[in-house]
C-alpha cells in the first residue's frame, strides 16, 4: 500500500514537471492510472462480501446448487456473467463463495466466466469491436468456464484436488424465496446495518486487496519498461504472436477495464481476433494475483495452479482456431 500511494502520488509531482525521470515518471503514471481505473470495483467488491457474509450460506448455496455436476457448474458461470464487476472485485466475491460453501469447480466457473463478461462491460466491447465478434467471445468464455468447473469437480471427485471443508447441506425442506422473505422481513435495513456491513467487507477482503496492491506494482514496472508499440508489434495472428500474447497476459496486470481496450487494438489494428480473445482470458487463466488468492483461500496451492493448467490450453487452442479461420 505504501509504495502504490507513493507512485499515485508522484504522479502528481510529475505531471506539473517537464523533466525527464527515466522508468519512476511512466512507473507512477501507470500506477495513476491502474488505481483510477480499479477502484471501483474494488469498492463494490469490498461490499459484496460485505453482503455474502450477512447472507447465510444455505442461500448462497440454494442459489448456486448444492449439488456438483453440470447444473451447478451452469449456474456458477451465469452467475459470473451477470455480476457486473470487474476482475478483482469478482476475485474478492469467488473467494467468498468459496468460504460460504461452494465447490471447487463452482468457483473456477464463477471466476473464469466473469470479469470481462458484465454488461457494462459488453457494451464497451460491442462498441469496440462489434456484436458478432462480442458474442462470439461471450460464447466461448462461458465454455470455457464450463469446462474448467467440469474438470475440477472431477479432479475433486477422485481426490486428485482437495475438496472445499467448508461445504453444507440444505436443511430438509429449505425454500429459497420463502426462507428470503423471511430473512428480508427479520432485517432492519439502516445506517448501523450498512456500516457493519462494510467494516466486514473491509475485514474479509484483506487478502484480496494485499495481491492486488502488489499486482499494480508489478504491472507499473511492466509499463514502464516495455512500451505498448512494442506489444502491438508482436500480436501477430501467429502460433508466436499467440504465445507472446498469453505470456504478456500473464505479465501484465490489467483489469477488465483495461484489458478491454487493449484487446480490441488487437484484434482492428494487429487483425488477430484470436489474440484478442486469448489476451481477454489469458489474465484470467494466467493472473498471478487470482492464483495466490486462490491459494490463500483454499489453503492448496495445487489447486490454485490447476487453474492455468486446465484453462490455458483450451484457450490456446480456441485462440489459434479463431486465428486459423479468420486470417485464412
Known amino acids: 500500500m505504501a509504495l502504490v500511494a507513493t507512485g499515485y502520488i508522484s504522479h502528481w509531482l510529475f505531471a506539473s514537471s517537464s523533466a525527464e525521470i527515466g522508468w519512476l515518471q511512466p512507473f507512477s503514471h501507470s500506477t495513476f492510472e491502474l488505481v483510477n481505473t480499479i477502484w471501483w470495483g474494488i469498492a463494490i467488491g469490498i461490499v459484496m462480501i460485505g453482503i455474502l457474509g450477512r447472507v447465510p450460506r444455505e442461500f448462497v448455496m440454494s442459489a448456486l446448487g448444492i449439488r456438483t455436476g453440470v447444473g451447478g457448474i451452469w449456474r456458477a458461470t451465469f452467475a459470473g456473467i451477470l455480476l457486473d464487476l470487474c476482475s478483482h472485485g469478482i476475485l474478492m466475491v469467488g473467494a467468498k463463495l468459496y468460504e460460504r460453501g461452494a465447490s471447487a469447480g463452482q468457483v473456477m466457473a464463477f471466476l473464469v466466466a466473469s470479469p470481462w463478461n458484465s454488461f457494462s462491460l459488453t457494451l464497451i466491447l460491442i462498441a469496440l469491436i462489434g456484436i458478432p465478434w462480442t458474442i462470439a467471445f461471450i460464447v466461448f468464455s462461458m465454455v470455457i468456464a464450463f469446462i474448467t468447473g467440469i474438470v475440477f ?107 478491454t481496450p487493449i484487446a480490441a487494438d488487437i484484434l482492428t489494428r494487429a487483425g488477430a481476433p484470436g489474440n484478442s480473445f486469448a489476451f481477454l482470458m489469458g489474465g484470467v487463466a494466467t493472473d498471478y494475483t487470482e492464483i495466490m488468492v486462490l491459494k490463500d483461500t483454499t489453503r492448496s496451492l495445487k489447486l490454485a495452479l490447476f487453474l492455468p493448467l486446465i484453462t490455458v490450453p483450451q484457450v490456446v487452442l480456441i485462440g489459434w482456431l479463431i486465428n486459423l479461420t479468420t486470417v485464412t
Open 153 to 259: 469437480d472431477f479432479l475433486v471427485a477422485n481426490k486428485i484436488l482437495p475438496s472445499n471443508p467448508q461445504q453444507v447441506e440444505l436443511p430438509q425442506g429449505f425454500r429459497f424465496w420463502p426462507e428470503a422473505k423471511k430473512g428480508f422481513a427479520a432485517t432492519t435495513f439502516d445506517c448501523k446495518w450498512l456500516g457493519q456491513t462494510i467494516m466486514h467487507g473491509i475485514k474479509d477482503s484483506r487478502m484480496v486487496v494485499r495481491w492486488i496492491l502488489f499486482g499494480i506494482i508489478l504491472a507499473s514496472l511492466v509499463r514502464a519498461i516495455v512500451s505498448p508499440d512494442q506489444f502491438q508489434f508482436l500480436f501477430g495472428p501467429t502460433l508466436l504472436g499467440l504465445g507472446i500474447t498469453i505470456l504478456t497476459a500473464t505479465v501484465l496486470e490489467v483489469c477488465s477495464e483495461g484489458s
